[in-house]
């Protein structure tokens, strides 16, 4: 397509142009927030999972530490320090996952910064392209 030069160019045309490059570009930009939306619920998909985990961890942790603790009172002797042991070690692990969880799913994580940055660069240039 041959384009004429920008002397030559009437203001409707000009207009016109600028209204379909326009609605290009925040077509363009829909689809990149989209995109970036899908990439989101899927980081809270998995932070709820990693969540998830960690509770039934600390849970069963609460179990055996609590049986533990019983039997250690109870008897003052080696069984009960090796289930303390491990309730210890399951409660580590479910303390990671439900931290893990909870920064994959806080508010800065879960922002769509690239596309909002990317707006607002877009809506300076339409006013810039205006004047």
Do not use: Y
């Not at 019983?70 to 399951?90: H, S």
């Not at 799913?105 to 922002?111: A, E, G, I, V």
Request: net charge neutral; charged share 25%; proline share 3%.
């Amino acid at each position: 397509m041959a384009t004429e030069p920008r002397e030559s160019r009437s203001v409707p045309e000009l207009l016109a142009d600028l209204m379909r490059e326009t609605t290009e570009l925040f077509r363009t930009e829909g689809r990149l927030i989209r995109a970036e939306i899908s990439d989101k619920i899927t980081q809270v998909q998995i932070g709820g999972g990693s969540i998830a985990a960690g509770a039934m961890c600390l849970l069963v942790a609460l179990f055996v530490l609590s049986q533990a603790l019983v039997v250690a009172v109870g008897e003052l002797i080696g069984d009960a320090w090796a289930a303390l042991l491990v309730g210890v070690v399951i409660a580590v692990i479910g303390a990671a996952l439900l931290m893990k969880g909870r920064r994959d799913l806080s508010p800065d994580n879960l922002t769509p910064d690239r596309t909002s940055h990317q707006l607002r660069q877009d809506g300076k240039l339409v006013k810039e392209q205006t004047r």
